[in-house]
């Protein structure tokens, strides 16, 4: 018998032998907990994380037309694409880790690309 987190696990396998970041155009992986959403820019040539956000970071959870977890992430993402200019970084893959791009993974994505980087 599958879990979900096993299939998702299958799923996610299958996206990245497709992608893969560079220290040009990192890889943007979200991992999606119960209660907390963690996304880190890696460059997958050295095998190094650039930055990271995620929501534990996040006091206040602000923002427009989203609530709760969702808000949350959003203002992951957006706090990620701030770092990532910092470090002159415009240009992310995006891998969404297995789960459907829908909810929490799609507000990283939309936060992401708010804070100025080209997913």
Do not use: W
């Amino acid at each position: 018998m599958n879990s979900k987190n096993a299939v998702r696990q299958v799923r996610h396998a299958r996206v990245r032998a497709r992608i893969s970041g560079t220290s040009d155009k990192p890889r943007l992986s979200v991992f999606r907990g119960l209660r907390n959403l963690n996304a880190q820019l890696i460059d997958d040539t050295t095998g190094k994380v650039l930055c990271q956000a995620n929501t534990r970071e996040i006091k206040e959870a602000a923002a427009e037309g989203r609530t709760a977890k969702v808000a949350k992430a959003y203002l992951v993402g957006k706090q990620l694409a701030e770092r990532a200019t910092g470090l002159k970084i415009k240009k992310v893959v995006f891998d969404r880790g297995g789960y459907k791009y829908h909810g929490r993974v799609q507000a990283v994505a939309d936060g992401a690309r708010d804070g100025g980087l080209e997913l």
